[in-house]
T-cell receptor
Framework: DQQVKQNSPSLSVQEGRISILNCDYT??????FLWYKKYPAEGPTFLIS?????DKNEDGRFTVFLNKSAKHLSLHIVPSQPGDSAVYFC??????????FGKGNQVVVIP | NAGVMQNPRHLVRRRGQEARLRCSPM?????VYWYRQLPEEGLKFMVY????????ESGMPKERFSAEFPKEGPSILRIQQVVRGDSAAYFC???????????FGPGTRLLVL
């Protein structure tokens, strides 16, 4: 049972434009959400997180938005850079329970 | 502060052999998680351990797979009598006491011939 879903498996975007990645979840008890970035042949790297008490968290070029009523979060990358080409995983957790991961979105930034 | 360390990075085994994967968590982290990523698929949770205890092994195959996290030394994921279907990337992650964020190692890529 996939509690965290990432549709649109791949995204291509021009360098300098905005990349928007979407994630939907089914468990209304999730209270912490994270995005990870993964390059080929490397482990996932923690990127940014957001608590359910917030609806936005920003860190440099990366912003995560949380819409609890829609059970939806998104990651915005602006401006996109070629080094952002990677697979992005959305993850969520409830309390001290382990993270539930989505299947990932491939992002390709075209120079 | 060194990150999560995994070794070996690459491991080749013949069918029927044993594979032993090691993971050293980040300093100060006492929670370890193992994930498997098959080609073209996402991360699949396998097992969650604390020192000397298996907390959640709901993602572990019932046979041939085992994991431990001894009081001293790294966490070990052991696969006995490997088969070709075990070929995958195996990632270890660790988390601090609050367990809110997991930090991943570089992974071990297992190839079974």
């Amino acid at each position: 049972d996939q509690q965290v879903k990432q549709n649109s498996p791949s995204l291509s975007v021009q360098e300098g434009r905005i990349s928007i990645l979407n994630c939907d979840y089914t468990n209304s008890m999730f209270d912490y959400f994270l995005w990870y970035k993964k390059y080929p042949a490397e482990g996932p790297t923690f990127l940014i997180s957001i608590s359910s008490i917030k609806d936005k968290n920003e860190d440099g070029r990366f912003t995560v938005f949380l819409n609890k009523s829609a059970k939806h979060l998104s990651l915005h990358i602006v401006p996109s850079q070629p080094g952002d080409s990677a697979v992005y995983f959305c993850a969520a957790s409830e309390g001290n329970n382990r993270l539930a991961f989505g299947k990932g979105n491939q992002v390709v930034v075209i120079p | 502060n060194a990150g999560v360390m995994q070794n070996p990075r690459h491991l080749v085994r013949r069918r029927g052999q044993e594979a032993r994967l090691r993971c050293s968590p980040m300093k100060g982290h006492s929670h370890v998680y193992w994930y498997r990523q098959l080609p073209e698929e996402g991360l699949k949770f396998m097992v969650y351990l604390q020192k000397e205890n298996i907390i959640d092994e709901s993602g572990m195959p019932k046979e041939r797979f085992s994991a431990e996290f001894p009081k001293e030394g790294p966490s070990i994921l052991r696969i006995q009598q490997v088969v070709r279907g075990d070929s995958a990337a195996y990632f270890c992650a660790s988390s601090p006491p609050d367990r809110r964020t997991e930090y991943f190692g570089p992974g071990t890529r297992l190839l079974v011939l």
